[in-house]
T-cell receptor, first 113, second 116 residues
């Protein structure tokens, strides 16, 4: 089964700087990789999806990269704001053609004003 | 538009009792997923349905857990009998049907379950 590693320690970033979060996976290469944001007491909210043949995807201040050789995705938030503080989850398809997702445990991001 | 609706938001019950969690997916979505989230294990897929049919229940921890989807707008996850180790936040999510995780999933705000 797929194993996903995200930095379990909280990431503290100064407001206005770029926050970079890492998602590493083992075993098979997923066809799709997704990033979600989760606030306390709420369900995860979809942010971005990137396909295995795409190297980079952008949406406003967000950028995701996908390196199938390194088995890694990086998630960037530029010009970070305190409102960006949340837990960010990486998710990959579960393989075998299934529709379910395998999630990492997430990285808690704190943007300091 | 209404998102995924889960009920109840919180449930506290005693060990051995039956627990039923409910989910209403987004209208038009034909895939529905049940997840469980704990600090130790993170977010885990329990079971998912396509067009109301259970496709993969390999994540269901034990026979005490069961899920149904009698129609396109309603699903239940039942635990009978419940045990303290079942305490977790249970999420329901829905999406358009597609293969290999190529569709965003839309999550409800979960049911926080505490088994005493």
């Amino acid at each position: 089964s797929q194993k996903i590693e995200q930095n379990s320690e909280a990431l503290n970033i100064q407001e206005g700087k770029t926050a970079t979060l890492t998602c590493n996976y083992t075993n098979y290469s997923p066809a799709y990789l997704q990033w979600y944001r989760q606030d306390p007491g709420r369900g995860p909210v979809f942010l971005l999806l990137i396909r295995e043949n795409e190297k980079e995807k952008r949406k406003e201040r967000l950028k995701v990269t996908f390196d199938t050789t390194l088995k890694q995705s990086l998630f960037h938030i530029t010009a970070s704001q305190p409102a960006d503080s949340a837990t960010y989850l990486c998710a990959l398809d579960s393989g075998g053609g299934a529709d379910g997702l395998t999630f990492g445990k997430g990285t808690h991001l704190i943007i300091q004003p | 538009d209404a998102g995924v609706i889960q009920s109840p938001r919180h449930e506290v019950t005693e060990m051995g009792q039956e627990v039923t969690l409910r989910c209403k997916p987004i209208s038009g979505h034909n895939s529905l997923f049940w997840y469980r989230q704990t600090m130790m294990r993170g977010l885990e897929l329990l079971i998912y349905f396509n067009n109301n049919v259970p496709i993969d229940d390999s994540g269901m921890p034990e026979d005490r857990f069961s899920a149904k989807m009698p129609n396109a707008s309603f699903s239940t996850l039942k635990i009978q009998p419940s045990e303290p180790r079942d305490s977790a936040v249970y999420f329901c999510a829905s999406s358009l049907r597609a293969g290999r995780g190529n569709q965003p999933q839309h999550f409800g705000d979960g049911t926080r379950l505490s088994i005493l």
